[in-house]
């Protein structure tokens, strides 16, 4: 099951390559309710690597302040009879990206 999450890009971390070859990459997302509150969200992207070059994609047009949807899915573990979670992103589109609309600009222009 995937959730989604709108918010601002706060952090992105630094990719990390592991020893298989794969690209790890943690960024957090914070989301601001109606009333003001701030809830940031950790997110991590783990790619294989045949794959890895959407990571560099994910960094090269994503940055900190961006407004951002992320599709993700909740992933757990258990270790020494705890229980951890993380998200794992699955998909990251940016809100209201589209381009802004040109500028009126004054002319001397008599026409």
């Not at 009333?35 to 560099?56: C, M």
């Not at 899915?73 to 951890?84: T, V």
Request: charged share 25%; hydrophobic share 30%.
């Amino acid at each position: 099951m995937n959730y989604k999450v709108k918010g601002t890009i706060a952090t992105i971390g630094e990719k990390k390559v592991l020893d298989n070859g794969a690209v790890v990459l943690d960024y957090t997302v914070n989301e601001t309710s109606e009333n003001g509150y701030v809830t940031p969200f950790s997110f991590n992207i783990y790619k294989s690597s045949e794959y890895a070059e959407f990571v560099d994609k994910f960094i090269e047009f994503n940055k900190q302040g961006d407004e951002v949807e992320v599709e993700f899915s909740i992933r757990g573990k258990e270790y020494n009879g705890r229980i951890y979670n993380s998200l794992s992103h699955w998909r990251c589109d940016k809100v209201g990206s589209g381009t802004p609309a040109p500028q009126e600009v004054e002319s001397d222009l008599p026409f």
